[in-house]
């Protein structure tokens, strides 16, 4: 008996054009993309491996069943959420082939570095080069073996009553916050865990990663979506290393490494000492900065970040600090530094691009910032946005002795903004919210998460934005961070970890209202509905009176004594 037919739309990519094909009621996405795949001719082939699929407005797993007409669209390993996926796949694999090399040792997957994920084994000696090559060789095996990676869905109920007979008390103790029906229970070859990334429908797809010895851990490595098919020279990141152990240390300071952990002091009553301390550690660390600089003798800071960082609060908080230390400074943003709109570059769109190095007048920066260091004077622009040019003979500026400049802006860690400048003359700060809080032992946070739900407040907040609207905008924000912002952080002096360990549990009661608002026929509907889940996950702190006027939290909530 011939199945039933159903036609839906088809495109290979984001942004393609749709056509319309006919499918088996029933099919399998994966299905679909193997005999689409098979019936082109070979310089039609889809060029990178499929990894997901979005029907309408979510995103699926490629061993969904489509059963009615809709529209599909194709996400091959260059898609963002595509590639997430490769990640949280590959870590399982790694898990199972740790498992059976080494046995029942626990693992936690730490945080993002180098490309890759740093893993810590729980045992004294760490891992040695021979067990990681056996490692690498059964992943390799597992890959080659294309075993599936099976789904199912257990309800809350039943998985708590599993987690307390494992002894799991984080899981469930989160897994009881959280008001989840159901959870996702990923298996491979026996070996069962709780993953919140989507998964590919077997190991065959996992061809591309990487595993070296780093410090006393793992780092497990991946392709990019700018390069899927291979995995990136390596390039060291100590000092983001260095970040990431001092948040893991604040955490273990305050018995807080996991969202079961945090929610646990916020049921506690624990939350206004939690928020006092997070604080008191950041100043510290902000004064301590401030010392470096004054006994280094630096006499030009530069501070760079990716988006939501808080680079204005802690510029702003470190100027403070220097004139504790006796050091006036002048506070500079690189944005009056606009070419004119006439000679702004252009993106392939045909839009203004205000993202990059070369819609900055270099030359004029140059000589502003050399005539000042020198003792001259020197005729500061201000950039008028509406008119779409730099004013002049309104800051005209000579600095008093010793004084220093401070300047923020997206490029501050590239050599070529301040080239003028000798090196030795200036101090680097790389600035990001590094969280270290993880949901659990294998499912970390990822610190573009916390970015994006500082970004969505505060836009609607400040700015008057929809969660949809900065959602919408927000893949063209991190494109620009990878070609402007990441490849520099290495030529930062110093790395400033701008995250809160309890900050989700604020940001939750503004960004949650503001999710719900999106419709499921929005194209930003899955991402909102994945940020209003993970939210789920956390005890809300509603009453944020105890976070500082001064405090960065407070320029994406509000309430802050730096507000213009």
């Known amino acids: 008996m011939e199945k039933e037919k159903i036609k839906i739309q088809l495109a290979l990519r984001p942004g393609a054009p749709f056509f319309e094909t006919e499918i088996e009621k029933g099919q399998t996405l994966e299905s679909i993309v193997r005999a689409w795949d098979s019936a082109r001719r070979e310089g039609e082939k889809l060029p990178y491996y499929v990894l997901l699929a979005r029907v309408d407005n979510l995103v699926r797993e490629l061993t969904v069943e489509i059963y009615r007409p809709c529209k599909v669209t194709f ?52 891992v040695s080069e021979e067990e990681l090559r056996q490692v690498r060789a059964r992943m390799e095996e597992l890959v080659e073996e294309d075993v599936p990676i099976k789904l199912e869905w257990i309800s809350s109920d039943l998985l708590r009553k599993q987690l307390a007979e494992l002894g799991e008390e984080d899981r469930l103790s989160m897994l009881n916050d959280a008001d989840i029906p159901r959870v996702p229970v990923y298996s491979l070859l026996g070996m069962k865990d709780i993953f919140y990334s989507l998964m590919v429908p077997s190991t065959g797809y996992l061809k591309h990663f990487e595993l070296r010895r780093y410090e006393s851990g793992i780092l497990l490595r991946f392709p990019t979506v700018t390069s899927p098919d291979r995995i990136p020279p390596y390039e060291a990141e100590p000092k983001m290393f260095e970040a990431f152990c001092e948040s893991k240390r604040w955490g273990t300071l305050m018995e807080v490494n996991s969202i079961a952990e945090l929610n646990r002091k916020i049921k506690s009553g624990e939350s206004v000492e939690m928020i006092q301390i997070c604080e008191a550690l950041m100043e510290k660390q902000i004064a ?72 900055l007048d270099l030359p004029l920066f140059n000589r502003n910032m050399t005539e000042l260091l020198e003792g001259g004077e020197a005729d500061l622009p201000r950039f008028d946005f509406l008119a779409g040019g730099k004013v002049f003979g309104e800051r005209i500026t000579r600095l008093e002795n010793d004084q220093i400049i401070v300047v923020e802006g997206i490029h501050g860690l590239n050599e070529k903004l301040s080239a003028s400048i000798p090196r030795k003359d200036k101090f680097k700060i790389y600035i990001s919210p590094l969280t270290q809080l993880n949901i659990d032992a294998h499912n970390r946070i990822p610190t573009t998460a916390v970015r994006l739900l500082r970004r969505i407040v505060r836009d609607n907040r400040f700015r008057g934005y929809s969660a949809e609207q900065t959602l919408a905008t927000w893949p063209k924000v991190r494109m620009g961070e990878d070609v402007n912002i990441f490849p520099f952080n290495n030529a930062a002096d110093a790395f400033f970890n701008s995250a809160y360990l309890y900050e989700l549990s604020v940001l939750k009661k503004y960004a949650q209202p503001l999710l719900r608002c999106i419709a499921p026929e929005s194209e930003v509907y899955n991402p909102s509905l994945q940020l209003w889940q993970f939210l789920q996950l956390f005890r809300s702190i509603d009453d944020d009176r105890a976070i500082a006027n001064n405090s960065i939290l407070r320029e994406f909530i509000g309430g802050s004594v730096f507000a213009d």
């Open 75 to 126: 996400l091959d390993m260059r898609d963002p959420v595509a590639m997430q996926t490769y990640r949280g796949s590959v870590s399982m694999l790694f898990l199972k082939a740790l498992q059976d090399v080494i046995g029942p040792c626990p693992v936690r997957i730490e945080n993002s570095l180098s490309g890759g994920y740093y893993s810590e084994l729980e045992r004294e000696e760490g």
């Open 288 to 359: 301590n900065m401030a010392d470096r600089i004054v006994n280094e003798g630096k006499r030009m800071v530069l501070i760079a970040g990716p988006s939501s960082s808080g680079k204005t609060t802690f510029t702003k908080r470190l100027c403070v600090q220097l004139r504790v230390l006796g050091k006036k400074t002048l506070y500079l943003g690189t944005d009056d530094y606009f070419l004119e709109r006439s000679e702004t570059p252009r993106d392939a769109n045909g839009e203004f691009n205000f993202e990059g190095l070369d819609a």
